[in-house]
C-alpha cells in the first residue's frame, strides 16, 4: 500500500491574526478571510477558526485567529497569493499578522493598498525555507 504524498510530508500551521481600524468589525474580516481561503481548492480542509475563550466580564466566546495546515502541493504558494488578492479587496486598513510554530513570522499592513506583490513576497517570505 502506497502512502499519499501527505502523510510523508511534515505539515506546517500558520496562525493568521487580524486587526482593524478603530470602529471596524475584526472578528467580521476574519470571517471573511476564512471563507475566502476556503474557496482555494489547495486550502480546503486546511482553513479552521480559532475561538478564543471568554475573559472574564465577557459576554461570550471571541473569534480570535486562523489556523491554516500547509502541507505538499504548494499550498504555501496559494496561501500566499490567496491572502494577498483578500487584501488588496479590503475597503478598510486592515493588518494581518502570520505566525508558524517555528516562530518565523510577518506583519502585513494594508492601507487599502495596490500593490500586490509586496503582499506575497512578504508571506512568501515567510513560507521559504520551511514545508509549505
Given at each position: ?41 489547495a ?39 490567496s ?50
Amino acid at each position: 500500500m502506497e502512502k499519499s504524498e501527505d502523510s510523508e510530508t511534515p505539515s506546517t500551521r500558520c496562525i493568521l491574526r487580524v486587526s482593524a481600524e478603530p470602529g471596524e468589525a475584526t472578528e467580521t474580516h476574519l470571517v471573511s478571510l476564512r471563507d475566502w481561503l476556503a474557496e482555494e481548492e489547495a486550502l480546503r480542509g486546511r482553513v479552521e477558526l480559532l475561538v478564543r475563550t471568554p475573559q472574564p466580564g465577557q459576554m461570550g466566546a471571541a473569534l480570535d485567529v486562523l489556523a491554516v495546515t500547509l502541507g505538499s502541493g504548494g499550498a504555501g504558494a496559494v496561501l500566499a497569493r490567496s491572502l494577498s488578492t483578500w487584501l488588496v479587496q479590503r475597503r478598510a486598513d486592515v493588518t494581518v499578522h502570520v505566525s508558524r510554530g517555528d516562530g518565523r513570522e510577518v506583519t502585513v499592513e494594508v492601507r487599502r493598498t495596490s500593490d500586490p506583490q509586496a503582499v506575497i513576497g512578504a508571506v512568501g517570505q515567510l513560507l521559504e525555507g520551511g514545508q509549505e
